[in-house]
């Protein structure tokens, strides 16, 4: 039977993904060949990565307004030092929000190469909320943040409007909701949430930012290179990026970022209103900051910790355990997860009630 997953990533993807993919590892475009032994730079595959970085502006409102998309390697975590490798420059300073251990560890790389400037921090509340009321220093070269905090359930709901390049990293809710992306200069997300498997990372750039840091950079971490060689720098990550083409195709078809979005408040509400209903259960992110993506959330008495677990595994239901630091439990509520998948959560939260 097939489970009904609430992995934080790699994750859940649509099922008619599984299933061209499957049939691309036998015999891709009927030629005869697996999509796993093509040279990359084969016709078929050069059109693979061309539709992969047309569509994901196109889905984002992004087409035509100066930016490129990129399917590199090395995760978001790479693009932790990438950016400020491109960005900032020699004797210069960025400004980052701290709202996670993502954040942070963007922030840890940053360091390296110059003053980085925390602009606020929730790291003392356990990052249970996005910080706010901050203010940006106007002479920094750019402004770090993450969407959504993927271990925490924290999502931003509000971006700040700056006089400099923003960044952002949106590994866990790219695609899964209605933004002004031209807000953005630099977006980046791991492919294994909302867009395909692990093993490559999308990162769209507003070309005009770039070639300003006065730093020497090598090769494999400059964006320039990277956009020049159309994505081809090097060998890309070739059946990642043809399954994110397949999950980008299918959100297409779905009506793109604005239909999604719907499902993905739709599931959430139904989520977190039992939360907030059921007395066993408590919420663990502030409510004005909860994501839409994760769902983080506790037993009041831990007591109980035993029968739920029992009943959540009967009932066909994988990956809720939530993260070490923050315990009890993340529902991730990718765009590919069906709404009846978090009936049946929502049905064992009730049944648990039941039981007690
Ligand atoms: N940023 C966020 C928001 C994430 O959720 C993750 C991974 N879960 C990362 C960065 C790191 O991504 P990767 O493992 O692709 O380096």
Known sequence: ?????????????????????????????????????????????????????????????????????????GGASLEFLMVPYNLMKEGGKAAYLDSGTWASGAIKEAKFFGETVVVASSKEENYNNIPKGYSVPADADYFHC???????????????????????????????????????????????????????????????????????????LDYEKHIKAESMYNTPAVFPVYASLLTLQWLKKLGGVAAVEKLNNAKAELLYNEIDRNPLFKGAAAVEDRSNMNATFLLNDAAHTETFDTMWKAAGISGIPGHRSVGGYRASMYNAMPIESVQVLVDVMKALEKAI
Do not use: W
Not at 156 to 165: A, C, G, I, Q, W
């Open 1 to 73: 039977m097939k489970k009904h997953n609430y992995s934080a990533g790699p994750c859940i993807l649509p099922q008619e993904v599984f299933d061209k993919s499957a049939q691309a590892i036998l015999n891709f475009n009927d030629s005869g060949l697996s999509i796993l032994e093509i040279s990359h730079r084969s016709k078929d595959f050069v059109a693979v990565m061309d539709e992969a970085r047309s569509l994901a502006l196109e889905l984002l409102g992004l087409e035509d307004k100066g930016y490129k998309a990129l399917f590199l390697a």
């Open 146 to 220: 993450t969407s959504n905090n993927t271990i925490f359930g924290t999502q931003m709901k509000e971006f700040p409007s700056l006089d400099m390049p923003i960044v952002c990293d949106m590994s866990s809710d790219i695609f899964s909701r209605v933004l002004d992306f031209s807000k953005f200069d630099i977006i980046y997300a791991g492919a294994q949430k909302n867009m395909g498997p692990a093993g490559t990372t999308l990162v769209i750039v507003k070309e005009e930012i770039l070639g300003k840091s006065g730093r020497i950079i090598p090769s494999i």
